[in-house]
């Protein structure tokens, strides 16, 4: 029997004084769980209702009860006696689900603020609780917001937003030439100096140096969420990075384009060599290592090395069965090993 004493969470839903709906939490272990009749106050309507709505939630599949349903001890008075029952608990994804079910002014207002909510996302790509983060919540409350600033900074060193940054600055240049070639070399001598002070090698050695075909992942340690590698992810050199490695990269490339963007807001004369030099004047600052060489490995040389192990990782993958064909062959088994259906007799005449 669970003996989990009362939870202390809680959930407000609530209108501003310029009319916009928010919605504050308490979490507990990064959850929230209300009773049936804390929803139906939440939301303004009857526990019958809530009950109702839940058991749809459940019968439909929309959520798994064992992974949202908790007991919890609570004591209540009931008439002239204090007493301790087991109440069950529903933990946030129901409360939601719930929300976007219930035909009630709160209703309403809930699925308004979601509805902007998941409409900022969609368009924008995030979506923030400005006021939240920008107050810190109290003793005991996970803080998120470093998490946050981790994968903003994640993001902005993507190659190809690191690139496009780089080309921003680039342009700032009074020798400036809209040429890719000259593009792309004031990049890679750019992106090589910060791998080099995050952890001692250029791009195309670390990639020439961990790409293998028979390792996990080929030796990636950042992959799709899907899991599937394709051959544009292997020539990545950021993909190869342990979590210490990366992260020091990534606070390398933002400090450095906070640095350049304020250099470029003070109207500053710059050529390209300056840009250079300024990078070289930022690490060795933060005592960083400094590169003043070409590396031992081409960028050609790491793309043709990493493109022969992602053929070869192709081939150990295509030789693999594949699940939906061990599953055929387990029901072709099973169904031979059926007893065989005995021949109906025929009828004496």
């Given at each position: ?41 939440l939301f303004q309507v009857t526990v019958p209702t809530v009950n109702e709505h839940l058991k749809g939630i459940y019968a439909e599949g929309e959520l798994a009860a064992e992974a949202t349903i908790r ?194 807001l003070q109207r500053k004369v710059m050529t390209m060599r300056d840009w250079i030099t300024k990078l070289d004047e930022f690490l060795k600052l933060s ?63």
């Amino acid at each position: 029997m669970p003996d989990s004493p009362e939870p202390q969470s809680s959930i407000i839903l609530y209108q501003t004084e310029d009319g916009r709906t928010r919605i504050q939490c308490r979490f507990e272990n990064e959850t929230i769980w209300l009773s049936q009749a804390l929803i139906a106050e939440l939301f303004q309507v009857t526990v019958p209702t809530v009950n109702e709505h839940l058991k749809g939630i459940y019968a439909e599949g929309e959520l798994a009860a064992e992974a949202t349903i908790r007991k919890f001890r609570i004591v209540r008075s009931e008439g002239r006696r204090e007493v301790t029952r087991e109440i069950e608990h529903y933990s946030l994804p129901s409360i939601l689900a719930v929300g976007f079910r219930v035909r009630s002014h709160r209703g309403t207002q809930f699925r308004q603020w979601a509805t902007a909510r998941l409409t900022e996302y969609l368009v924008k790509g995030f979506t923030m609780d400005d006021e939240r983060l920008k107050n810190p919540p109290g003793k005991g409350h996970k803080d998120y917001f470093d998490e946050q600033l981790e994968r903003i900074r994640d993001i902005r060193s993507s190659e190809r937003r690191f690139y496009q940054k780089v080309l921003d600055i680039y342009a700032t240049s009074v020798d400036y030439t809209p040429n890719t070639e000259l593009s792309q070399q004031f990049f890679a001598t750019v992106q090589n100096k910060m791998h080099w002070a995050a952890h001692g090698q250029t791009a195309a050695e670390v990639i020439h140096a961990r790409v293998d075909a028979g390792q996990p992942f080929m030796g990636l340690k950042t992959t799709r969420p899907d899991g599937i590698i394709r051959k544009e992810d292997v020539t990545i050199a950021k993909n190869y990075l342990d979590g210490d490695e990366l992260g020091t990269l990534n606070r390398i490339v933002n400090a450095y384009i906070e640095f350049a963007e304020l250099r470029a807001l003070q109207r500053k004369v710059m050529t390209m060599r300056d840009w250079i030099t300024k990078l070289d004047e930022f690490l060795k600052l933060s005592e960083h290592q400094l590169l003043d060489h070409a590396g031992r490995i081409t960028a050609e040389q790491a793309r043709i090395k990493a493109e022969l192990e992602y053929s070869r990782y192709r081939t150990l993958v295509d030789s693999q069965p594949r699940t939906v064909d061990l599953d055929f062959e387990k029901a072709a088994k099973e169904l031979k090993a059926l007893p065989k259906p005995k021949k109906p007799k025929r009828p004496k005449s």
